[in-house]
């Protein structure tokens, strides 16, 4: 049986606050992340056998290899730049006043919710009522 969330109160500002600084940090980590991954896209690249001179089996493992480590940054970067933009919005509405607000319905998001994901933008019965439609 699921359990009825309690109602949520408006947010003060001493949690908008430590919204903000929740999502401040964790947008620090993901640039210390995405400077990572840049430099792993952008690396001197395939270097071949330790320098010496690999024969064609190696040389074609190790670009497979290489092309495949690329592309998993290349998807991750992507993945991190989305969670950017996402916490670029909820900072915007922690500005405006509208964080904490599902855009969908218009009722609280629980706080809760906001712990786990403080960039969410939708109340978790809208997010589950999404997810639904999507897997049927």
Known sequence: MIQEAKPVRRLSRKELAKFRLLLIEKRKSILCDVDGLKSEICGDGYEGNNGTHPDFADDVAGFSTDSYELEVASQLLA?????????????ERIEKGTFGICEATGKPITRARLKAIPWARHCIEYAQQTQKRLYR
């Open 79 to 91: 993945s991190e730049h989305e969670m950017l933009r996402e916490i670029h919005e909820a900072l």
